[in-house]
């Protein structure tokens, strides 16, 4: 079974030190939150509306060597906060696990203009 696991950290600064630290913070929660290792994960789209750095080259600096990484760009409207996102997927028995989705320093778990 594949479960989906998603998660957000707003990052103040676009800058490389801040998305490699909010990057890190992200993903060892993410792992921590639901009990996992790098192991499990099949894979972890990073989306980003920074410009400095990649998340994944950060995520793959963790250990997550083995794990297919992928980063694609959020669209934003100006003046909106700086985001670093991901949605991971992984390896779950049936009914073993229920994901714990995660959402650090003020991040919300909606995209920009989806708001009810």
């Not at 980003?48 to 934003?76: I, K, Q, W, Y």
């Not at 991971?88 to 920009?112: F, I, K, Q």
């Amino acid at each position: 079974m594949i479960s989906a696991i998603a998660g957000g950290i707003r990052i103040d600064s676009d800058d490389v030190e801040s998305i490699a630290e909010g990057v890190r913070e992200l993903v060892l929660e993410v792992l921590a939150r639901n009990g996992l290792s790098p192991a499990d994960l099949i894979d972890v789209i990073f989306t980003s509306n920074l410009r400095s750095s990649f998340p994944a080259f950060h995520a793959r600096r963790l250990g997550l060597h083995d794990v297919p990484l992928m980063c694609a760009t959020e669209l934003t409207e100006a003046g909106t906060p700086g985001v670093v996102r991901l949605l991971a997927h992984v390896s779950a028995e049936r009914g073993s696990m229920r994901a714990t989705n995660v959402y650090l320093r003020g991040a919300a778990p909606y995209c920009a203009g989806t708001e009810r």
